[in-house]
């Protein structure tokens, strides 16, 4: 750094010096030649500082001041180094710090962040099958039977209201609604023979009930019953039934009429469609004292199913409804007042 230090001693003039000093003691090599030189010339008995000597002492006495000055410099590049280490070691401490480095209770404050994060991760999409959008709605009684080719009523009112057709406008606003929606419908006939392995998320039979005058108070209300006699999709036809009873009774406000007979449980559609499938059968209510409602109001009692068809499917678990006091069944009511005109 210091470059001036490497020149040398400069020539020494022989001339008398004007000048008369005393060499310090302690002045170090440089000032042996002045006094050599000096005492060669044999002028004076005085040691004498020639100028030349003098320029290079005030010399050696800047560079000494600007020692003095340095330790500022030399501060600042300590700094320096220090903060160039302390970068250093951070990097290789961030390296090397474990994941149990903050505290419990950080972590704890960091959590709801963490949860907010994955719960905006978007879903994975997962291939939904072709039959887990597609619903099956039997018309019940529609369409010829096989072995007549010709269509069966159902149950028929003494002025001719027949089931079938109650059942046919309910359907088909079933059907509406749930494609509505985007699903794929099939309005099937009573004994279509699409039925036959029929694969679906669910089937549902749409009935209504008889018209009889029953001599007994309570002939209203409506049902719904699952297959009885399989168990390849119990857990599914059971949800599907409180399904439907819950909401079906929501919509339309009717109750529900305990009694089930076997036309409903052992449904001949239950042993022709896939076994995985889930099904049900509703009986709408009573044609004779539910009227009414079965058929100046169809699309009150299909938004009753479609809403009991969409708990379902978006998989709810509803509340079942309380047990009910058993009604007698159809067979064991006392006779029917007689009403012409029934089947
Ligand atoms: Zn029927």
């Known amino acids: 750094m210091h470059k001036a230090a490497d020149q040398g001693p400069l020539p020494i003039p022989v001339e008398a010096p004007d000048e008369s000093v005393a060499a310090p003691a302690g002045q170090g090599a ?28 005030r010399r050696r006495e800047r560079r000494a001041r600007a020692r003095h000055a340095s330790p500022l410099l030399n501060m600042i590049q ?29 972590r704890e404050g960091l959590r709801p962040a963490y949860a907010t994060l994955s719960a905006q991760s978007p879903p994975t999409p ?4 072709i039959w887990m959008r597609r619903i099956g709605i039997v018309s019940g009684h529609w369409g010829p039977h096989p072995s007549t080719g010709r269509s069966d009523p159902g149950a028929v009112c003494p002025d001719g209201l027949t089931e079938a057709e109650v059942n046919r406008n309910v359907a088909q606003l079933v059907v509406q609604a749930l494609s509505r929606r985007g699903y794929d419908v099939d309005l099937l006939d ?39 006699s399989r168990t390849s999709a119990r857990a599914d036809d059971l949800r599907l039934r409180d399904c439907l009873l819950q909401r079906y009774q929501a ?31 509703i009986e709408l209510g009573f044609l004779y004292e539910d009227r009414d409602l079965l058929e100046n109001r169809p699309d009150l009692l299909a938004e009753g199913i479609v809403q009991g068809l969409l708990c379902f499917l978006e998989q709810t678990v509803p509340t079942p409804l309380p047990e009910l006091t058993p009604w007698p069944t159809l067979e064991s009511t006392p006779t029917p007042l007689p009403s012409p005109g029934l089947s």
């Open 30 to 57: 440089s000032a042996a030649p002045v006094i050599q030189a000096t005492a060669a010339g044999g002028a004076s008995a005085a040691i004498q500082e020639d100028p030349a000597a003098a320029r290079a002492r």
């Open 78 to 106: 300590s700094l320096m180094v220090v903060a160039a280490a302390a970068a250093l070691i951070a990097t290789i401490f961030t390296f090397w710090t474990p994941a149990s480095f903050l505290s419990d209770e950080t």
């Open 190 to 228: 009573e004994w279509d023979p699409r039925l036959d392995g029929y694969q679906a998320s669910v089937l549902l039979s749409i009935h209504a009930d008889s018209c009889h005058q029953f001599n007994l108070p309570g002939a209203t209300g409506f049902k719904v019953a699952p297959p009885a």
């Open 251 to 281: 919509v339309t406000n009717m109750p529900v009429h305990p009694s089930i007979t076997r036309d409903m449980t052992e449904y001949h559609s239950f042993n022709e469609i896939s076994e995985v499938t889930p099904a049900g059968i």
């Open 126 to 129: 997962i291939p939904t099958p």
